[in-house]
C-alpha cells in the first residue's frame, strides 16, 4: 500500500470562488484518479490523473470546471472552479500501484461545504 | 440500470451477530471484486479483493464471487462495534484500471 495525504481536509467556500485540493503520496505512482462522493452516496471517478499526459474525464466532468495538475508521479491537484452549492461533496484522490488485481488506495478526503 | 447494485441498508445488527452484504451486477467482463469500508469522515479503506468466482477469507470476513450469478457477498462473523462503517463493493474489467462501485451499505453494530 502508499500513505496518501490530501490538504485541506475540510474547507468551507462561498459560491462563485475556488479552491485547490492537493493530493501527496509516499512513493511514485504512475495513475491517480480523483473522485467525488456526494452525501449519502457512492463514489464517482472525475477523472484519471497520469504523471507526463492530460487527465481524462468521466463523462460529465470537464476541464474547465475540474482542472488537474499532475507535475511528478508523488503529487497532483484538484482545482473545483467557480463553485456552487452543488458542488459540496467529499473530494478524494485516489492511486492505483499497477498490480494485476486493479485494486485502488484512497486518501482521506476533502470535505467541501459551498454556501 | 445501473451497472452495480448494492443492498442499501442501512443494516443495524447486535454485537456477534453475523452480517451478510450484497451486490449485484450486470458487466459480465468484471473479473476483479472489491470491498471497501469506509468509516465517518474517513477515506475508503480496501478491505478485501477477488479474482473471478470463489471464496476468500481474512480472520471474520469472507469474500464470496459467484459469476454465473452475477452477484458477490461479504460475510463477517463475529460482528464488533468497530465493524460499524460504511462498505462499499467495487468491480473492475481485466482490462484497464476503471472501478465501478455500488452505493454503499452502511451497517451499525450495537454493543
Known amino acids: 500500500s502508499a500513505v496518501i495525504s490530501q490538504k485541506p481536509s475540510r474547507d468551507i467556500c462561498q459560491r462563485g470562488t475556488s479552491l485547490t485540493i492537493q493530493c501527496q503520496v509516499d512513493?511514485?505512482?504512475?495513475?491517480m484518479f480523483w473522485y467525488r462522493q456526494q452525501p449519502g452516496q457512492s463514489l464517482t471517478l472525475i477523472a484519471t490523473?497520469?504523471?507526463?499526459?492530460?487527465?481524462?474525464?468521466e463523462s460529465g466532468f470537464v476541464i474547465d470546471k475540474f482542472p488537474i495538475s499532475r507535475p511528478n508521479l508523488t503529487f497532483s491537484t484538484l482545482t473545483v472552479s467557480n463553485m456552487s452549492p452543488e458542488d459540496s461533496s467529499i473530494y478524494l484522490c485516489?492511486?492505483?500501484?499497477?498490480?494485476?488485481?486493479?485494486?485502488?488506495?484512497f486518501g482521506p478526503g476533502t470535505r467541501l461545504l459551498v454556501l | 440500470q445501473k451497472e452495480v447494485e448494492q443492498d442499501p441498508g442501512p443494516l443495524s445488527v447486535p454485537e456477534g451477530a453475523i452480517v451478510s452484504l450484497n451486490c449485484t451486477y450486470s458487466?459480465?467482463?468484471?473479473?476483479?471484486f472489491m470491498w471497501y469500508r469506509q468509516y465517518s469522515r474517513k477515506g475508503p479503506e480496501l478491505l478485501m479483493y477477488?479474482?473471478?468466482?470463489g471464496n476468500k477469507e481474512d480472520g471474520r470476513f469472507t469474500a464470496q464471487v459467484d459469476k454465473s450469478s452475477k452477484y458477490i457477498s461479504l460475510f463477517i462473523r463475529d460482528s464488533q462495534p468497530s465493524d460499524s462503517a460504511t462498505y462499499l463493493c467495487?468491480?473492475?474489467?481485466?482490462?484497464?484500471?476503471?472501478?465501478?462501485f455500488g452505493e454503499g451499505t452502511q451497517l451499525t453494530v450495537n454493543p
Open positions: 485516489s492511486l492505483f500501484l499497477g498490480t494485476g488485481d486493479g485494486t485502488q488506495y
Open positions: 512513493s511514485q505512482v504512475t495513475m
Open positions: 490523473a497520469n504523471q507526463g499526459s492530460e487527465a481524462t474525464y
Open positions: 458487466n459480465s467482463a468484471f473479473q476483479y
Open positions: 477477488t479474482y473471478s468466482s
Open positions: 467495487a468491480m473492475k474489467e481485466t482490462s484497464g484500471s476503471r472501478l465501478t
